[in-house]
């Protein structure tokens, strides 16, 4: 079974700063994909940015970029230029690319911008 | 363009009533799931619908019921709701079961039991 670990429950960061949300995960898989998903208060979750992880090259998407270890099954995400619209619940989430998958969820880390 | 249309999206049940939360999509996509998210928890996969016509457990099955009506539409029922089922549920889907590109929400619906 996998497993998607976030450490950090809530984070704060003052506006046009950055901040890096942590991730790990735990899987026997060599082939997989590793996702953050945004969440903010109106409850929709919106995908920010995935990961492929046969891909050595870190994925970015705007000010968002991920830091991918796959060694150390770390996947990392940061936030540049932090703006408040960023406030959010922030999952990271995996799944292997075989068979009848599923999404397996970290349980967040809950994100705080500040003027 | 709607995508992921869960109805209702709020809704109080007393314990011991029954429910069903309805979900559709109209991206002709295979695979149909849903989720419970709780604080502290994250999301955690009830059931889910890879194809047409099969229905498998998730994390947290006890309790509910699925039902895979046709490819746009699978529901939710909660056949004697108890307060430990008072949570925000989400239906997703996605082309395929392990899909490379995640899956696509619903907005959700905030279950209450009393």
């Known amino acids: 079974a996998q497993t998607v670990t976030q450490s950090q429950p809530e984070m704060s960061v003052q506006e046009a700063e950055t901040v890096t949300l942590s991730c790990t995960y735990d899987?026997?898989?060599?082939?997989?994909?590793l996702f953050w998903y945004k969440q903010p208060p109106s409850r929709q979750m919106i995908l920010v940015i995935r990961?492929?992880?046969?891909?050595?090259q870190n994925a970015t998407e705007n000010r968002f970029s991920v830091n991918f270890q796959k060694a150390a099954k770390s996947f990392s995400l940061k936030i540049s230029d932090s703006q408040l619209g960023d406030t959010a619940m922030y999952f990271c989430?995996?799944?292997?690319?075989?068979?009848?998958?599923?999404?397996?969820f970290g349980k967040g880390t809950m994100l705080l911008v500040s003027p | 363009n709607a995508g992921v249309t869960q109805t209702p999206k709020f809704q109080v049940l007393k314990t011991g009533q029954s429910m069903t939360l309805q979900c559709a999509q109209d991206?002709?996509?295979?695979?149909m799931y849903w989720y419970r998210q709780d604080p502290g928890m994250g999301l955690r996969l009830i059931y889910y619908?890879?194809?047409?016509?099969?229905?498998d457990k998730g994390e947290v099955p006890n309790g509910y019921n699925v039902s895979r009506l046709n490819k746009r539409e699978f529901s939710l029922r909660l056949e004697s709701a108890a307060p430990s089922q008072t949570s925000v549920y989400f239906c997703?889907?996605?082309?395929?079961?392990?899909?490379?590109?995640?899956?696509?929400f619903g907005s959700g619906t905030r279950l209450t039991v009393v």
């Open positions: 899987t026997s898989e060599s082939n997989y994909y």
């Open positions: 989430a995996f799944i292997p690319n075989s068979g009848y998958s599923t999404l397996t």
């Open positions: 990961q492929e992880a046969y891909k050595q």
């Open positions: 991206m002709n996509h295979n695979s």
């Open positions: 619908s890879a194809s047409e016509g099969t229905t």
């Open positions: 997703a889907s996605s082309e395929v079961s392990f899909s490379n590109y995640g899956y696509t």
